[in-house]
């Protein structure tokens, strides 16, 4: 969980969660309809379970912040 490869794919994984999130919230409205306010709170909301999540995975000892140990990051 303490190395640069950890944190990169973790970083990698709260940017897509965040696209992830926006697009389909501006998405449901028009652009000047945005509620940007809300649409804020859940990218951050959702951004932050990705963080929380990566990091559980990395406490129990995953070599990357998959919870099901799939992804293997390179040394």
């Not at 940017?15 to 000047?32: K, S």
């Not at 990091?55 to 000892?61: Q, S, T, V």
């Amino acid at each position: 969980m303490w190395t640069i490869q950890f944190w990169k794919a973790m970083a990698e994984r709260v940017v897509a969660t965040g696209i992830e999130v926006l697009l389909p919230m501006i998405a449901l409205t028009t652009v000047d309809k945005v509620n940007w306010a809300t649409t804020g709170f859940v990218v951050l909301t959702a951004c932050v379970l990705a963080v929380g999540k990566g990091a559980l995975a990395g406490m129990r000892g995953s070599p990357g912040p998959s919870i099901t140990s799939v992804e293997v990051l390179a040394p």
